[in-house]
């Protein structure tokens, strides 16, 4: 069983927004730190923001300013909002669950979504 389900991705042109949304089940969604992460065609998968169970935030450089990445404990969800997108923002986005405390690191989640894609034109 999959714990965690991402939706809200798709085709933006450049300097739009879209809502990523990523909804988890079998877990004790308040005891766990979330992230995104991203994969470009023929990169490795990569960082991109992190939320602790305090709600502390963390981003990659890359999407700092630009990204905000928020969680909502009652509906079991952690949302990407991605404002001011750029064709370099191009991935299928993940979202991963680590128990207890934030990591930057994908190898430290244990869990992870099916993904979903996010395509911007220029």
């Known amino acids: 069983q999959v714990p965690l389900v991402e939706s809200g991705g798709g085709l933006v042109q450049a300097g739009g927004s879209l809502r990523l949304s990523c909804a988890a089940s079998?877990?004790?969604?308040?005891?766990?730190?979330m992230g995104w992460f991203r994969q470009a065609p023929g990169k490795e998968r990569e960082f991109v923001a992190a939320?602790?169970?305090?709600?502390?935030?963390y981003y990659a450089d890359s999407v700092k300013g630009r990204f905000t990445i928020s969680r909502d404990n009652a509906k079991n969800k952690v949302y990407l909002q991605m404002n001011s997108l750029k064709p370099e923002d191009t991935a299928v986005y993940y979202c991963?669950?680590?128990?207890?405390?934030?990591?930057?690191?994908?190898?430290?989640?244990?869990?992870w979504g099916q993904g979903t894609q996010v395509t911007v034109s220029s």
């Open positions: 991963a669950a680590r128990p207890w405390f934030y990591s930057g690191s994908e190898s430290e989640y244990n869990y």
């Open positions: 079998g877990l004790t969604f308040s005891n766990y730190a």
């Open positions: 939320i602790t169970r305090s709600d502390s935030t």
